[in-house]
């Protein structure tokens, strides 16, 4: 019984998931029909940001601001269609399953950064000691100086 219920709570899941990436690639963005499509965008600040837009086969960089300025326009085709499939590939990953393949693709690549990482923390680790060993050793002269002192000072009392 639980596991036709967990079986249909993870089906239905997959299905709002798919239905979502459906939707968001039918809407991708796009204004008066397939003319003029917004790509996306990189907020600068408070109210200021640079988008992308594409009308017909040319992209135009964008400053929104207090006005709008157009910063750059792109016509070289091989440039556009790059860009064009640089952003909207990232636009899918963000949607779909595209973001837990890359996540799996780099877990190799974490498991050699965890080995550096503990390279690294070892170097530290005895690094750490041998300037603890120090501190302790200068320690050590200080309280022999101290009490070498303490004794000349009594002989020169006396």
């Known amino acids: 019984m ?12 997959l299905l709002f998931f798919v239905l979502i990436k459906y939707i968001a690639k039918k809407n991708k963005g796009t204004m008066f029909g397939n003319s003029i499509r917004s790509l996306g965008g990189v907020p600068l600040g408070q109210n200021k940001s640079i988008q992308i837009v594409e009308i017909g086969h040319s992209l135009f960089v964008v400053g929104v601001g207090e ?4 910063l750059d326009k792109i016509n070289d085709a091989d440039e556009v269609a790059y860009i064009s499939e640089l952003l909207t590939s990232s636009q899918d990953d963000r949607v779909g399953f595209g973001a837990i393949s890359k996540w799996i693709s780099k877990l190799p690549v974490r498991k050699k950064e965890i080995e ?4 690294i923390t070892s170097s530290f680790q005895q690094v750490f000691h041998d300037r603890l060993q120090r501190v302790s050793n200068r320690n050590k002269d200080a309280h022999e100086w101290l009490s070498d002192q303490k ?8």
């Open 2 to 13: 639980i596991v036709k219920v967990i079986f249909f709570l993870v089906l239905i899941i």
């Open 67 to 70: 006005n709008i300025q157009l």
């Open 116 to 119: 550096e990482e503990v390279e």
């Open 151 to 158: 004794h000349t000072d009594r002989l020169n009392d006396e």
